[in-house]
Structures are given as C-alpha cells and as structure tokens.
C-alpha cells in the first residue's frame, strides 16, 4: 500500500515558503500540515517562518488585498455557499 501522504522533510521545506504564503493550493498545503503535525524539525521551521513573516508585516504598514487573492477568496466563497446550498 501506498501512503500518498508520505512526503518528505525536503519536500516540505521547498514548499514552506509558498505555504507559509497561502499559495499553495489545497491539498499540498495539507500534506504539508499533516506533515509538520509529526516532524519537529519543519514545524520548527515553520514556526521561524510565520515569526519572521508577522514581524515583516508588523514593521509595514497593511496593504490591501492582491486582486488575485480577493478572487480566490470570492470564488472560494461561492463554492461554500454553492455546497450548503445543494
Ligand atoms: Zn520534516
């Protein structure tokens, strides 16, 4: 049996950059969730990664939304309402 959720540490670390950033899509971002969930070396990173990230927005002031992020957010948002709806 093969597990498909078996992704390894590099795997994660080249990816935590663009996780770290929420531009992943769904299910890469939650192989790298669970993955984190029972590796401490990437959680680690990835707790390094979101403090470095909260400081940076901290020292800038906020920005809008990309508008490529409010449509993925929208269309995210109309899937939802089209999955209670049915
Ligand atoms: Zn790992």
């Known amino acids: 049996m093969v597990d498909a959720d078996q992704i390894?540490?590099?795997d994660v670390m080249t990816?935590?950059?663009l996780f770290l950033d929420h531009e992943l899509d769904d299910v890469?971002?939650?192989e790298i969730r669970r993955?984190?969930?029972r590796c401490q070396t990437c959680s680690g990173e990835a707790e390094v990664g979101t403090a470095i990230?909260?400081?940076i927005k901290r020292s800038h002031h906020p920005?809008?939304?990309p508008p490529a992020l409010l449509e993925r957010v929208?269309?995210?948002l109309r899937d939802q309402?089209?999955?209670s709806a049915s």
């Open 8 to 10: 390894v540490c590099a």
């Open 15 to 17: 990816r935590m950059d």
């Open 28 to 30: 890469a971002a939650q």
């Open 35 to 37: 993955h984190l969930g």
């Open 53 to 55: 990230r909260q400081a």
């Open 63 to 65: 920005e809008p939304a």
């Open 74 to 76: 929208g269309s995210w």
């Open 81 to 83: 309402q089209l999955r």
